[in-house]
């Protein structure tokens, strides 16, 4: 397997053991000193222990799927798709991995719905956040 | 060159071409049937003739330099750095290219800044949005 696709596995699985809660196995992804940011808010956590803490103590039932998985060498961007009650939102996560296939970074944009401004309309239609 | 290779190169090409206001240039990156979709407004704009007449009209002095490009097979994914006066944010777009190398359609996110809600403290730290 190449770092590309490694990458990509590794992804997936970041997903998929934070949708399942799975602590540990979460854990067996990151690297100790790893380093989560959030530019949208200029947040930024440091090490594995406090991350995991992070999203063990992230309020509301939160659920996360890949959207979207596109992986080249040791980064990969993640789309994700994020529902929260009836809230439904995406978000996009850029992951840093070390040599040994560990997250040594995670960047986390959450990209808020917002009304569109006006002076466009002559080119756009509008469709419905949940046919995306 | 691979289609992981070409599509890196693209992706570069429509940043680049876009800040450069090439719109010739950029033109010849997207297949006519393109279809431009921004989730966090519900927007879609079909056809690169739209697509290319929204970028024209958008307003402000905006700006785009590459922060970082993902690519894999026929997806990449980029994150943009923008400003557009004394404003600085961050973009995620997703591109998505045809057999032939050419965009078929772009799903882009513009995270805003907001403030952090109360309760992580504990966890985190602070940087500003200018040393991203």
Do not use: K
């Amino acid at each position: 397997m190449n770092d590309t696709a490694r990458t990509r596995e590794v992804a997936r699985a970041y997903v998929e053991r934070s949708e399942q809660r799975d602590w540990a196995g979460l854990a067996q992804l990151l690297a100790e000193d790893m380093v989560y940011e959030m530019p949208q808010t200029g947040e930024r956590i440091r090490s594995r222990e406090r991350f995991l803490q992070f999203n063990r103590e992230y309020p509301g039932d939160w659920h996360l799927s890949v959207g979207r998985i596109v992986a080249d060498g040791a980064n990969a961007a993640v789309w994700m798709q994020v529902s929260s009650g009836s809230e439904l939102m995406d978000a996009c996560a850029w992951l840093e991995l070390s040599a040994q296939g560990l997250i040594t970074r995670v960047t986390d944009f959450w990209p808020e719905a917002y009304e569109p401004p006006a002076g466009r309309e002559h080119l756009v239609e509008r469709f419905s956040r949940s046919a995306t």
